[in-house]
């Protein structure tokens, strides 16, 4: 057994014996769902950052950036991560309020909805679900690296851990494993940024190497490689179309979807939400800044590592000393592990409590000592599907996963917005916008899958299938009318709860802010130093 | 200004102008209610005032 496979065992274990303890103290529903209701700001933004940064992150958008987009990817992600603010000031502080079990059965809450409940119930099991075979597949893909087993031999392990976990633990485990994890893939980020950069030559030699390479021409230029053998992205314009899709995508993703917004539920209160809003961005935007920047320079040493997902890992494995090689890896499998555990357990809960309850129609005592166990059995039926599934499909971690991202943008933002900003909005118009959305870009995605259509490069479907979806709401909303029903439940959504104008409680989230105004002027400063002054230098040697 | 350095100036404004909003935002919303909550806390602890006992 090599050093690599003891410390990947030794990862599996802690993460094993901190599900099992937190199983332990799972006794309610409020338990196993949201946390209590209880958890402090640090549980929340580890659980934020460890559930977003997962192997999409570290093997799947690195890999993006190691093959020559690191610019449009930091554009787009610079944007996005502010989706975390959004999110917690225009959406978070308000679900919370309504003690929601799961967003789909806010929504179905808030419109007194089955079929609102069920429909977004089903959007989240079908977009998680393409998530959570993203994830997997990223972090067979690395066990299979580092043991040096076979692909399913890696899946299989990686699938017994993560099912195990989260049928037992619930999310009081998961908002402790994911901080952990979190805690320790940032560490991981800090400490093998130098040594990535020695591989092609230290700073800032690094830089200068890879601005040179002449094989993959603009690799740290805005818009990336656009001419060469290497040039998978087409022209500048195609480029910038990438660009803001994705960051409104990610913006609304970050703001609105199940596997984020959910953790607004566990807070303690809306000073919980309101840091962790603020204090997501800036640590998302240091590790993965750190991380992209240093792996794209690992082409002035190697630019051909295949597939591209695997460049970190590589990397960590054949230049590290072995302490940190065993660190990179085990930070990568813990995001990846932490992310596989949300999703399971977030498909699960909907599947249990917003498609399967609502339409067998228990009464309610019933309903929820069913919901626990049903969502047990839930869990381990979408594990075992997601084994399946996933070995089956092709690795594709990035794409499958921002197929998913895309999903929960066209179909969720017209109603998770306009159910809390829309006094017009009506149970029709939240229903057939949801619908419509999702409809109309899987209609979409199936004439380009199959029916070899092709949209224009300022045109994307995403957007009119977004367009689509907001059309139909202001149509929908204006031959219906909200009940009175609707207004007080959104007159009590706007009702603020109890500690929140609290004097010392406020002193404390308005410091906040004023850190994230440090923090950009440092990324700037950072960022002209450490990047631009040797990439000029660079372009200076080329001309 | 070339776009690399605009990417400089924008990954780390994005976050200066995201703070100054949020300040903004967080501060309007907080004032206004410790006002309304001090405002209502007056109307509650003013002495009830004294009776005429020719009345």
Not at chain 1, 52 to 62: C, D
Not at chain 1, 304 to 310: A, R
Not at chain 1, 406 to 421: D, Y
Request: hydrophobic content about 50%.
């Amino acid at each position: 057994m090599t050093v690599y496979a003891i410390g990947v065992a030794a990862m599996f274990i802690i993460y094993l014996v901190i599900g099992n303890v937190s199983g332990r103290a799972v006794k309610n529903v409020d338990d196993y769902y949201v946390a209590g209701r209880n958890a402090p700001t640090i549980l929340v933004v580890g659980s934020l950052i460890a559930s977003y940064l997962s192997t999409v992150a570290f093997m799947g958008e690195v890999g993006f950036s190691y093959s020559g987009y690191l610019l449009p990817f930091m554009f787009m992600y610079g944007t996005c991560a502010t989706g975390y603010f959004v999110g917690s000031k225009f959406f978070g502080r308000f679900i919370r309020r309504a003690k929601a079990m799961t967003i789909p059965d806010y929504f179905g809450t808030r419109f007194r909805s089955t079929r609102v409940r069920v429909l977004a119930g089903i959007v989240t099991c079908i977009g998680l679900f393409c998530y959570l075979v993203s994830v997997t597949q990223g972090t067979a893909l690395l066990l299979t690296n580092v043991l040096g087993v076979s692909y399913l031999v890696s899946l299989i392990i990686v699938w017994v851990v993560f099912t195990s976990f989260c049928i037992f633990a619930g999310s009081k485990g998961i908002l402790l494993t994911e901080t952990l994890m979190f805690l320790v893939f940032t560490v991981m980020a800090l400490i093998s940024v130098p040594y990535i950069m020695k591989v092609s030559g230290g700073w800032p030699d690094a830089i200068i190497n890879s601005v040179l390479l002449t094989e993959k021409p603009g690799l740290f230029d805005w818009c990336g490689v656009m001419s060469g053998e290497f040039n998978t992205m087409g022209t500048p314009l195609d480029i910038v179309v990438w660009i803001v899709t994705f960051s409104l995508i990610w913006i609304v993703v970050l703001s609105i979807s199940p596997w984020q917004a959910s953790r607004y539920l566990m807070a303690k209160d809306e000073h919980t939400i309101f840091r962790a809003g603020l204090a997501a961005p800036m640590c998302a935007i240091l590790v993965c800044t750190l991380i992209h920047f240093s792996v794209t320079t690992i082409n002035a040493t190697d630019m051909y590592i295949d597939p591209v997902e695997n460049a970190f890992i590589s990397t960590a494995l054949h230049y590290f000393p072995v302490w940190l090689g065993i660190v990179v890896c085990g930070g990568i499998l813990s995001a990846g592990l932490s992310s596989c555990a949300t999703f399971t357990t977030l498909i699960g809960f909907s599947l249990a409590n917003d498609i399967i309850a609502p339409i067998v129609k228990r009464n309610k005592g019933a309903e929820y000592t069913m919901s626990l166990s049903t969502s047990r059995i839930c869990m381990a039926i979408v594990g075992l599907l997601a084994l399946i599934v996933t070995y089956c499909q092709p690795p594709a971690v990035m794409w499958i996963a921002y197929f998913a991202a895309t999903l929960f943008a066209v179909s969720w933002a017209v109603i998770g917005f306009g159910s809390i900003w829309s006094k017009k909005m009506t149970e029709q118009s939240a229903f057939w916008s949801m619908l419509t959305g999702i409809g109309v870009f899987v209609i979409f995605q199936l004439l380009i899958t199959f029916a070899g259509l092709t949209m224009p490069a300022w045109l994307p479907e995403e957007f009119i299938a977004f367009l689509c979806s907001w059309a139909v709401f202001f149509i929908v909303n204006a031959v219906t009318k909200p009940t009175a029903e609707d207004e007080a439940y959104l007159k009590m959504l706007h009702t603020p709860l109890p500690n929140t104008y609290d004097k010392k409680e406020i002193k404390r989230t308005l410091l906040y802010p004023k850190i994230m105004i440090a923090f950009g002027v440092l990324v700037v400063v950072g960022l002209i130093f450490f990047y631009y002054m040797p990439y000029t230098e660079a372009i200076a040697m080329l001309h | 200004m070339n776009g690399e350095l605009f990417f400089c100036l924008y990954y780390g404004g994005i976050y200066v102008l995201l703070g100054i909003i949020a300040y903004v935002l967080l501060n309007r919303e907080f004032k206004k209610h410790v006002r309304d909550d001090d405002a209502a806390q007056d109307v509650v602890e003013e002495p009830a005032a004294p009776q005429d006992p020719t009345e």
